[in-house]
């Protein structure tokens, strides 16, 4: 009798835990960012990341069965592999990253995710190497200070099964570093939502991160 119960119990833990739930995204991102929940894309940035100045806000609901593994492609804008924009011009520097999100019940608002240090990033393009790149008069990406960092994208990064466990946490910046703008403040942002990127605000231009959202 108690393995029957026990059976039951076990069969009405995964029925319930495969219950389909409407959440509500608001995600931010300088400049561009895809989302994924559960391996399959629910929403990306309908703004080209080669728009001048692409900062911008977006909030989409999608239905998924919880707990559910989000999946954020995130990325700051660079003209190429060097992490340069602007370039050869009187502006040409080094861009600055930056995202923030957060996931509620669609129902009740409440709120069921956020970025926050406990989410794991693992960055995929960091350039330039050094700094001074900013200040060559002619910077030739992959030659001296204007060298990059390319590590390959796993093609099952997305799925709820893949092991992050060996990516490092996602750091924490200030909202006086990023510098938010264009649709941050459109957002009432739960208290516990931080800005998360790559340890380098401006040469850590492509990241992929996981969080999960529970009930």
């Known amino acids: 009798m108690r393995l029957i119960l026990a059976v039951t119990a076990a ?37 080209s990341i080669t728009t001048e100045r692409s900062f911008n806000a977006e909030t989409a609901t999608f239905t ?16 190429n592999e060097s992490g340069l924009e602007y370039i050869g011009t009187g502006r040409q520097q080094m861009g600055d990253g930056g995202m ?7 129902l009740t608002g409440q709120v069921l995710a956020v970025t926050d240090a406990s989410m794991k990033c693992l960055v995929v393009q960091h350039a330039p190497i050094s700094p001074s790149c900013a200040n060559e ?29 060996d990516w490092p ?3 924490l910046h200030s909202a006086a570093d990023v ?5 941050y403040d459109d957002i009432t942002w739960d208290s ?6 790559g340890e380098s605000l401006t040469q850590d231009n492509t990241l992929l991160c996981r969080l999960t959202v529970s009930e």
Not at 18 to 26: G, K, L, Q, V, Y
Not at 100 to 106: E, G, L, R, S
């Open 179 to 183: 510098g938010p703008k264009d649709g």
């Open 137 to 165: 008069t002619n910077p030739v990406a992959g030659e001296g200070a204007c060298g990059f960092v390319v590590t390959d994208i796993p093609v099952d990064w997305t799925s709820p099964d893949f092991d992050d466990s």
């Open 169 to 171: 946490a996602a750091t």
């Open 100 to 106: 923030i999100a957060q996931f509620k019940d669609a």
């Open 11 to 47: 069969l009405a833990a995964c029925a319930a835990q495969a219950e389909p739930r409407d959440i509500t995204a608001d995600v931010w991102v300088d400049n561009w960012f895809s989302v994924y929940a559960n391996g399959e894309m629910v929403m990306e940035d309908p703004v």
């Open 64 to 79: 998924v069965a919880l707990p559910a593994v989000i999946a954020i492609e995130a990325k700051d804008f660079k003209e």
């Open 192 to 197: 516990a939502a931080e800005l998360v990127w």
